[in-house]
Nanobody
Framework: QVQLVESGGGLVQAGGSLRLSCAASGITFATYNMGWYRQGPGNQRDMVAVIYIGGNTVYADSAKGRFIISRDNAKKTVYLQMNSLKPEDTAVYYC???????????WGQGTQVTVSS
């Protein structure tokens, strides 16, 4: 069964940090580009960060300098370290996997991140 399970969300004060994790199962993890997206209330789902199978990374402007995406292929897990959090970072964060050849997409169920001012 193909599954992405996020964890690590929660409530944090502005300026604080959180580390999100996304554990994959049922996929050949090393062949998937992995990403984090977020969707705030009334907003569309936007890309936060992507890490490709070769290790290259891409960040949204809002995440540059504050967030770090990483992956552990042995553990089939992708991480998002979020530092200097702001109230506008409040959203549901979704893990995303896209197979590099077939472009098959998989989404996680999301984890809530709330940043209080």
């Amino acid at each position: 069964q193909v599954q992405l399970v996020e964890s690590g969300g929660g409530l944090v004060q502005a300026g604080g940090s959180l580390r999100l994790s996304c554990a994959a199962s049922g996929i050949t993890f090393a062949t998937y580009n992995m990403g984090w997206y977020r969707q705030g209330p009334g907003n569309q789902r936007d890309m936060v960060a992507v890490i490709y199978i070769g290790g290259n990374t891409v960040y949204a402007d809002s995440a540059k300098g504050r967030f770090i995406i990483s992956r552990d292929n042995a553990k089939k897990t992708v991480y998002l370290q979020m530092n200097s959090l702001k109230p506008e970072d409040t959203a549901v964060y979704y893990c995303h996997a896209r197979e590099s050849w077939t472009r098959n997409d998989v989404w996680g169920q999301g984890t809530q991140v709330t940043v209080s001012s």
